[in-house]
């Protein structure tokens, strides 16, 4: 791609979004940050963005030293072509390119063990801060709900104001350093990218545990779900590892005559203007107070107001006309993550979303009312299948309990079976034109005296046996394994009364 666009391709601005140094190490955003800072694409045009809401100056300490250690890391990563470009994953996985890599290895540990002591100790040394003026704008009045700006995404327009922004939490490292070039391939497909607004890439984790008992892989969400969504042109934005055409998420709506060029675009304003001066502006633009009275959060950037952003976000841009684009790579996953690993955690990100999406689904922006006539109606029920989790859960909760206990009791899980269903049951197992004997051996073997799963289990035998003609040591000797009747067969032999002793011997059934 390099070579066929050259210089004509787009700049890129990455967002990653961090809230709390507790919950999120400072190691691991910095990992994310210098994942995507060593990606293969021209480096000038790549602005990477950290947005702190949490205003940590210890996550701003570890920038600080990730800046210093980038140096090492990208031309390293560069010439060795070393994948995934996430430091923790790589020393951690890879101990026999140890030789290879001890040297950045030991510098990165170093740095590991720097930025763990101070964030530990709740303290950063005179000596650091006296490196760096950005540690003057944390005082004692500083709190994690209330302090000065730091980025937010139209803060890039003033600095850099790429076309397209990759955003990602700050868990999520990038897993395959081709990932932008690979995403730009729809921007700039010659027929169709000028429609593409996003691409989404599947959420998936580094982390799944041997038994996965909370279900992160998600295989059914990601190769059938959101797939097949996809196919109605509505691949639902998941908040991250997703690319933007920075248009489409500030609102524009997509019309016919819209050419999509992908400006290279650095910002005029930046051409004239001191570090200083785009720094003062952009603080400005990050205020919280700038966005009262605009459109910001409502038809402009991320739609505000819900736990579940991302999903009604994505929802906004489809019905403004735009295509978006799920895509799933087959060899490498363009991003891993960090999934929840304990019961509290599943539960609360669980509860969180179904929570935020049944919102949705009750709100002006449920997707039969909101999409109505603008996407199709496929992808308004395809939305649906995520909207309605949290009702989803009772029938859900009812089809793992009661049948459970309905066995374990013996209580019987379907009506009893009479007369008129019989016929209908005989009429399928080809007892339609058999003797009367032979129906009558069936009526008997459906009302005598056992279980009712007993009962069914040996008509279901016994329809095996009336379908295929076959005896009952064939099904049970050499369609067995594939029919699985071995166990019916015990099940019948168990509970057989006095009333019908099939198993033993093949009735005569001509
Ligand atoms: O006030 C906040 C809260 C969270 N975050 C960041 O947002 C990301 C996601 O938050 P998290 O609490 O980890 O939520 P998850 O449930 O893991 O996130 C998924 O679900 C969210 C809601 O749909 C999406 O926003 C996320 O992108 C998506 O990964 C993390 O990087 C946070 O640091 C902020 O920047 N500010």
Not at 285 to 306: D, I, R
Not at 462 to 468: D, G, L, M, N, P
């Amino acid at each position: 791609m390099c070579s066929r666009y050259g210089d004509k391709l787009p700049a890129v601005d990455i967002f990653v979004c961090t809230a709390d140094a507790k919950i999120e190490p400072p190691t691991m955003v910095i990992n994310t940050v210098l994942s995507v800072m060593s990606y293969n694409y021209p480096p000038e045009k790549l602005s990477i963005y950290l947005s702190d809401d949490g205003g940590s100056e210890f996550t701003f300490y570890a920038l600080m030293e990730a800046s210093q250690f980038s140096k090492h890391w990208i031309p390293f990563c560069k010439k060795f072509r070393v994948e995934p470009r996430s430091l923790d994953f790589l020393f951690s996985e890879f101990q026999q390119a140890r030789s290879q890599i001890n040297r950045r290895m030991k510098l990165y540990e170093d740095m590991k063990f720097r930025i763990e002591a101070a964030t530990e100790k709740g303290n950063i040394s005179k000596e650091v801060k006296d490196q760096h003026k950005g540690f003057l704008e944390w005082n004692s009045q500083v709190t994690k709900q209330d302090h000065q700006s730091i980025v937010q995404i139209r803060v890039s327009s003033e600095i850099s104001n790429a076309p397209i922004i990759l955003n990602l939490d700050c868990d999520m490292y990038s897993n395959d350093s081709d990932a932008i070039k690979e995403a730009l391939c729809f921007f700039m497909d010659e027929k169709h990218g000028h429609k593409t607004s996003y691409v989404q890439h599947p959420q998936s984790y580094n982390n799944i545990t041997k038994n996965d008992i909370y279900s992160n892989v998600a295989s059914t969400t990601h190769l059938i779900e959101l797939a097949g969504i996809d196919g109605y042109n509505a691949a639902l934005y998941c908040g991250t590892g997703c690319f933007h055409r920075r248009e489409s998420l500030c609102g524009l709506k997509y019309s016919e005559n819209y050419i999509g060029e992908l400006k290279n675009s650095v910002c005029d304003t930046k051409k004239d203007r001191t570090v200083h001066e785009l720094e003062e502006g952009s603080k400005i633009l990050a205020n919280c107070s700038y966005e009262k009275g605009t459109q910001w959060g409502k038809e402009m950037g991320l739609m505000y107001g819900c736990p579940v952003e991302d999903i009604i976000t994505g929802l906004t841009i489809q019905c403004r006309g735009w295509k978006p684009v799920y895509y799933y790579p087959e060899t490498r996953k363009a991003f891993l993550g960090i999934a929840p690993t304990t019961l509290d955690q599943a539960l609360v990100q669980q509860k969180r979303w179904s929570e935020g999406m049944f919102q949705i689904f009750l709100s002006k922006y449920c997707p039969f009312i909101y999409g109505h006539g603008k996407i199709k109606l496929g992808a308004q029920m395809g939305y649906c299948v995520y909207l309605l989790w949290a009702p989803c859960s009772f029938p859900t909760l009812y089809y793992v309990t009661i049948p459970s206990i309905c066995l374990l009791h013996g209580v019987a899980l379907f009506p009893e079976v009479y007369e008129p269903m019989l016929s209908r049951f005989a009429n399928e197992g080809g007892l339609i034109g058999s003797s009367p004997a032979e129906v009558s051996k069936v009526r008997t073997l459906l009302h005598c005296r056992t279980t009712w799963s007993a009962r069914f289990s040996r008509f279901l035998f016994w329809v095996i046996h009336q379908k295929s003609r076959i005896s009952y040591d064939e099904i049970t000797n050499d369609l067995c394994p594939i029919l699985s009747v071995k166990q019916l067969y015990r099940v019948c032999t168990l509970y057989c009364d006095d009333n019908y002793n099939t198993p033993s011997v093949s009735p005569d059934v001509s």
